[in-house]
């Protein structure tokens, strides 16, 4: 579903974010989590810092997975500028 939006270049509410990120939280799937980030980020979503830090409290990630939240929250802030 996430990349219908990326494909027909619509940008997804936070509400849509929020619901997407509730429902891979309930089939407990990290990497589809990050994938979300990283479309918010890519987005440039003022929401992306706010997911990246539900996914991190709520995800079991690796140390790898939590650098590569924290690089994509740093690409989003800094395309804010």
Known sequence: MLELFKKHNRVPSDLVMNEVLNCIKQSNRPDQALDLVKL???????????????VQKEFPLSEEQRIAVDDM???SSNSDE
Do not use: E, K
């Open 40 to 54: 918010a980020a890519n987005f440039s979503l003022q929401s992306t810092s706010q997911l990246a830090g539900r």
């Open 73 to 75: 929250v740093a690409m």
